[in-house]
């Protein structure tokens, strides 16, 4: 099997625990993963050298960084100085990716409350942060992150047509919270497949309605209505190579992980694969 099953570090580090980095340690043996998906965190700037060495020490995997979410509100929100500060925190970012031996990067180009309004720079920032990334030996991937202008799908293809040689990531959730995971099955969005063009996957549960904001939460497999097993069934007759991971929020108010729930997920996907 080539396909690796990648746990998400934010699934189970967040506010609630205090964002410590350190848990990646306690928690991995107990996690039925190949791997961790680093998220970044926004409060760990200021000590970015010293979290890169106590990763290293882990000996674990980490073949996948995800940048620092509000690097796209930065740019969607694009006040004086916004770019400059997104652009050198996604620097900062694939300097981390690079110490801990990831390869692929995940990037929100878009977000927060400005979201798509000002579609055509967001986009038009992509050159220069492939740039960087490859700088660092990371392959840049753009997920269809949600919209509240237009859609994802929309503007995937719009980046595709502007970098024939563009990457993504596909998120499950967020093509399910636009109504649009039927939309990768249709033959006029061959491309994405055919052209290797989707080279990670987020499988991530949704459970509300078109655009329902309020049910945007990160749900288990099971725990939604994405159909999975269609999903599934797609992708293994695309030959789908890459790699897996799963976000869904298992960190509870007081501190604790549901790994139950976060195992049980990693291993429906392991089942569903072989």
């Not at 099997?1 to 609630?16: D, P, R, V």
């Not at 848990?23 to 890169?52: N, Q, T």
Request: net charge negative; charged share 25%.
């Amino acid at each position: 099997m080539t396909n690796k099953i990648l746990c998400s570090s934010g699934a189970f580090i967040g506010k609630h625990n205090g964002r410590n980095h350190l848990l990646i340690r306690e928690y991995a043996p107990e996690i039925h993963c190949d791997g961790f998906e680093i998220m970044m965190c926004s409060v760990w700037y200021d000590m970015v050298d010293k979290i890169g060495e106590d990763l290293l020490k882990m000996n674990l995997n980490f073949p996948v960084f995800h940048a620092d979410k509000k690097i796209g509100e930065k740019l969607s929100q694009n006040d004086e100085g916004d770019k400059e500060i997104a652009f050198s925190r996604f620097e900062t970012n694939c300097r981390l990716a690079q110490t801990i031996g990831a390869k692929l990067m995940v990037l929100h180009l878009w977000g927060g409350i400005s979201s798509d309004k000002h579609i055509d720079f967001n986009t038009g920032c992509f050159y220069e942060l492939n740039r960087i990334a490859r700088q660092y030996g990371q392959l840049l991937t753009i997920e269809n992150v949600v919209c509240n202008q237009k859609d994802p799908m929309t503007h995937l293809k719009m980046l595709l047509a502007k970098y024939p040689s563009i990457s993504f990531t596909f998120d499950t959730k967020m093509a399910a919270f636009h109504g649009q995971l039927d939309e990768i099955y249709k033959s006029e969005h061959e491309m994405f497949w055919s052209g290797n063009h989707i080279r990670h996957l987020h499988i991530n549960d949704y459970g509300g309605g078109y655009m329902e904001w309020g049910k945007l939460n990160v749900l288990h497999i099971g725990k939604g209505h994405v159909d999975f097993d269609t999903f599934f069934d797609f992708i293994m007759d695309k030959k789908y190579a890459g790699d897996f991971t799963v976000e869904a929020t298992s960190l509870r108010k007081d501190g604790t992980v549901d790994l139950e729930n976060l195992n049980k997920s990693l291993d429906w996907i392991r089942k569903r694969i072989q």
